[in-house]
């Protein structure tokens, strides 16, 4: 279980993170959404160690991640994609899984043996077939389109067992039915690895047809969870997405 | 057991012996060559060409060497030269001084160099880009300032005089001309041999992945800062060596040794040879000695002359002798596929 307690992050004087206090069920899939600005990536680069918080603590069963760095955060499980496809250009589809199976089995510094082990070839081809990228093993990420260099970056997080997965912004830069295509393998995986999975979403129709469980931020703070009936009806959330003058009769 | 089961089962052995011919190629590869320059010797009485080849040796390690930070880890150091320096003086010290058998003040300069290394690199490799270069710089200036300076360790400007005393082991002397080639070329292939290893290593291509994308790397578990400061002492390792056979060929070290130009120099091979093609850095060094000794007798303009080859190499082909040789072959191949 993923426990935020009273998080707090800020730069200078904007409050990024304001005392944030959430739980995420094993097993849970949840979307964040929210304004621009509203502390969404803040959040998620607080939780995997990309920024320090201020206060507060991140309790991944019972242990607290604040504070940690990205590398040990990660082994604790937990696992991340980037809202840019955060990938290796001149690896392989096939090489980076490989290489990113060593690091998480603590092989990535092994020099007396040759690239690849064969003891990492399993865990490495599974999450290709995932995420249908096995046949497009031998290509180099940077030659892979725009949704399959996310898919990548999703494999890449997949790939190292995490417990908890966050997806910032899965559908980012991408058309109607990429869209729909990308966040349907989302709830796949979800539901094929039994995982927590956290996103970060824009869209409100994907948000809604998928997540049962929705958490609103706003300027760092928390303005609503819950399910998207509830959240749809919520009328703070409205203000905030629509503005006071708009939200008569308006539903999200 | 399940298709898929059956499927996974059958390509770990496949794995593993494709690795394991990988490795024999390159032991066989490494086996000709040293057989090809061993023969030399024997087929020609030119002791300006095994001159040649000992000052390749020297190069060559160092040029590699460097090329596992800057073409594999994507880390620009403008000092890796110190190590070159370090090399030669640690090791023209250490016989000079204390009298020891030829292999343990290799070895005895090889763990000087891990150690000043290690603490350099400790410092240098948590910065980045430019400040990484130019603080490997500020390094070197030092170590350079440290050897002018104290002229009663190193000689001062005229580095170590008298010559590095050489006793003989296992029948090896390193004073007899061709025990020095046959040494220097020993030490080149199996330096080679032991760079590769690293770049095909699992390690190897947790370096590529720092290159490309260093903040993804530390978010699948890697520990970029141990990594790199690995590779540094690592590198600069392979760069004493060099520096070790350069001292042993000219019976002596010099400050030119750990000076700048000694990392500029690299850098050049490396432009000049490529940085993608783990061979490139030796084709490089190979072509700047030429042109070095080719020039230099030809007119006393060496430096317009070599500037204007690195104007070819960044402008014309915007790429090293060896990259453009390996896309050239890809893009011939792929047409070739295609027209069949």
Redesign the interface.
Known sequence: MLEIRSLSKSFGGVKATDNVTLDFADGSLTAVIGPNGAGKSTFFNLI?G?LRPDAGQILLNGVDMAGR???EI??YGIG?A?QVA??????TVE??M???V???QR?????????????T??RA?HAMELLGLAGKRNRTAATLSHGDQKLLDIA??LV?DPKVLLLDEPTAGMGTEERWRMIDKVKELWETQKITVVFIEHDMDIVFKIAPEIVVLCYGRILATGTPDAIRGNEAVIEAYLGTEHHAGVAI | MTELQAEQAAVVPRIESQSQRSRYRDVLIALVAFAVLAILPMLTGSKALLDFVIRCSAFGLFATSLNLLVGFTGMVSFGHGMFFGLGAYGFGLLMQRTGLPVPVGFVATLVITTLIAAAIGAICVRLKEIYFAFVTLAFQMLIHSTILSWVSLTGGDQGLRGGIPRPAFLGIDLSNHVHLYITSCALLVIGLLLMRQIAQSPFGYTLRMIRDNATRASFIGIDVWRAKLTIFVLAALFASTGGIIMALFVSGAYPEFAYWTISGEGIFINMLGGVTTFLGPMVGTVLLLILNDTVTRLTEYYGIVLGIVILFFAIGLRKGLMDFVVEWYARRRAGTGERG
Request: hydrophobic share 45%; glycine share 0%.
């Open positions: 995997t990309a760095s990205p590398p990660v082994r991340r980037f955060s990938i290796f250009p001149s690896l090489e980076t490989l290489a990113a060593c690091a998480d092989r990535a510094s092994v020099l007396h043996r040759r690239f690849p082990l064969a003891e070839r399993d081809e890449l997080a190292l």
